[in-house]
């Protein structure tokens, strides 16, 4: 997410939380070889309206949601 925020193309294995916001292009099977690493390298260098797409994903992760989440989970616990 730190590199989506600095406008950085990424790819990622996929599974986890990251295939929830990645575009298809920038996810790899879990079975990747080499020459499908390349294409999708390949793939990606290209398209320019990833940055944007990445730039926007990650709007809705900022430290004030987490803190709100992680104050709301405590509290329902009975924590705070």
């Given at each position: 997410?730190?590199a989506?925020?600095?406008?950085?193309?990424?790819?990622r294995?996929?599974?986890g939380?990251?295939?929830?916001?990645?575009?298809?292009?920038?996810?790899?099977?879990?079975?990747?070889?080499a020459?499908?690493l390349?294409?999708?390298?390949?793939?990606?260098?290209?398209?320019?309206?990833?940055?944007e797409?990445?730039?926007?994903?990650?709007?809705?992760?900022?430290?004030?949601?987490?803190y709100?989440?992680?104050?709301?989970?405590?509290?329902?616990?009975?924590?705070l």
């Amino acid at each position: 997410m730190e590199a989506m925020a600095c406008g950085c193309k990424v790819l990622r294995v996929e599974g986890g939380g990251a295939s929830e916001f990645l575009p298809e292009q920038e996810i790899l099977p879990r079975n990747f070889n080499a020459e499908t690493l390349a294409k999708r390298i390949l793939t990606i260098t290209d398209n320019d309206d990833l940055v944007e797409q990445n730039l926007e994903a990650v709007k809705q992760y900022t430290w004030d949601k987490v803190y709100e989440e992680t104050r709301n989970v405590l509290e329902s616990l009975g924590e705070l």
